[in-house]
């Protein structure tokens, strides 16, 4: 897996420091443009469901250079949503949503290089995640 970590990080940075909860934007533009799945959100308060995955994305940019780390914990991750009733067309949903949330919230500094660095390691996220779902 080959990721531009250097982007991914200097663009997470940008984006924290304009905003730092950018997961509450995230939901926004999700529920808005999806509506159909915030139900499967109703299981924790929207600030605690926010700070789980503002963590959780922090936690996977930290380790974007540890493809040992990432399986492991994006697999275990993803077999864990399948309880949550998450399907595999709900990936490309939230990729799309978080994309435009990071493009929103970077402005002019969301350049081709970042858009195609968050494309890319988006992508190996979801399909690690879709992994672990299918051996669940």
């Known amino acids: 897996m080959s990721l531009n970590a250097a982007v991914l990080r200097e663009s997470l940075e940008l984006v924290a420091q304009r905003e730092p909860l950018i997961t509450k934007r995230f939901y926004e533009i999700l529920f808005d443009r999806y509506p159909q799945v915030q139900p499967l959100f109703?299981?924790?308060a929207p600030e605690r469901q926010q700070k789980m995955l503002q963590d959780a994305i922090v936690a996977v940019v930290e380790h974007v250079e540890d493809s040992e780390w990432l399986k492991q914990n994006l697999t275990a991750i993803g077999s864990k949503h399948v309880d949550y009733?998450?399907?595999p067309e709900?990936?490309?949903w939230v990729g799309a949503s978080l994309l435009a949330t990071l493009a929103e919230i970077a402005g002019p500094a969301w350049t081709a290089e970042v858009e195609k660095a968050w494309t890319d390691a988006y992508g190996a996220i979801s399909g690690l995640m879709i992994e672990g779902a299918k051996a669940s």
């Open 90 to 92: 709900m990936y490309g």
């Open 42 to 44: 109703s299981r924790n």
């Open 85 to 87: 009733g998450v399907t």
